[in-house]
């Protein structure tokens, strides 16, 4: 989302909307009041997640957050003006080679980081195996509803009057400096920080139980048909 809304804010006109963001995407990154909300729960979500991992270090935190959005930032300007005409969110379709190394680069990252762990942070078997089972749970359901519908064109039209009903690169920057707001200001306050991990945790899976089971009654729904 946030590829699709830097592509998007590179544009000055909107004749090649389709080109930059999907249209399945489209409700996700209009700029209304609950996909504001949902993107400032996860922005605080993610600041206090990340300062538990930092163990509340101040210099840490600071480093780190700050250390990503330079990258961010770089490359975002290289992507802009360097590569302005190939920056679409077209150009992460992976083709066969590609898909193969993202596979082994995961593949790789999940055995260094299992290896490496320290071992009393190792979950147990049940955990591990309860984990592998909702992937597969989840990839299955993923194989049977299939790609999303085709787009249709008449979904950017509506949008192409109106740019800033979607969010912007500005959005993101805003975003993002409230992450690093947030995440300085849980360093000083442990308890309050894990009080909104735990409270944050409670909805996200709340809201997972939800979304996997509407996508179980849509695969059952749709295993006739095919």
Known sequence: MVFEIFSLSSIKN??????????SHMVLIQRNKRNLASAIFLTVFGASISTINFNFSFITVT????????IVFVFYRLSSFVAKNSFSVRSLVLGH???????????????????FILPENIPS????????????FIGLLLYILGPSDSE?????????????????AKDIWFLYSLFFLFALIFCFTPTLCIIIVTCCLFIIIGAGIVLISIATVKSLVKIPKN
């Not at 480093?63 to 330079?70: C, N």
Request: cysteine-free; charged content about 15%.
């Open 14 to 23: 909107l004749e090649n909307f389709e080109k930059q963001i999907l249209s």
């Open 63 to 70: 480093v780190t957050i700050l250390g990503s959005l330079l």
């Open 97 to 115: 080679l590609g898909f193969v190394i993202v596979t082994v680069y995961l593949i790789a990252l999940y055995i260094f980081s299992y290896i």
């Open 125 to 136: 078997l049940v955990t591990q195996l309860i984990t592998l089972m909702l992937y597969g």
């Open 152 to 168: 249709e064109k008449g979904h950017y039209e509506i949008y192409q009057e109106n740019k800033e009903a979607m969010f912007s």
